[in-house]
């Protein structure tokens, strides 16, 4: 069988040098650990859909698909973990006031300023976090010699 790789999307909500987080209830081992709002693209889904679907799920804001700018694209794998592509798209505008919508899937959600981030983020979303200060669009994370 061929592998096949996921399609993620993440949320940036980016207000006075501050980013949106959220603390996963996953029981897992990412449980407690922040995440930035995201989930995986639908069959039949464009990806600022979905992104758009996810923020409106998540942390209950309105935002318009075409007020969503790719800022990252990350290719990442992990042990017993299928590989994915993560698009990390900013939010240059919404409208609500975010909230947590999902508390069977999230412990809490809090503003960090972009430079003083959890010690406990996934890695995942530093990625696309970082890239809000890089020029860098494209990174790898969990690859054998990376």
Known sequence: MTPRHLVDVHVLLIRDDS????????????????????????DGESATAAAAREAAEEVGVEIDPAALRLI????????????RLGLFFRAEWWQGEP????????????????????????EY????IAAVNSASPYSEFGWPGR
């Open 99 to 122: 909230f947590n919508r999902e508390p069977d899937k999230c412990y809490a959600v809090q503003w960090f300023t972009l430079n003083e981030l959890p010690a406990d983020l996934i």
């Open 125 to 128: 979303s530093a990625l696309g």
């Open 72 to 83: 990252h694209v990350a290719h990442v794998t992990a042990p017993s973990r299928e590989a």
């Open 19 to 42: 980013v949106l987080l959220s603390r996963r209830r996953s029981g897992d081992e990412f449980d407690r650990r922040w995440h930035l709002p995201a989930g995986k693209l639908e």
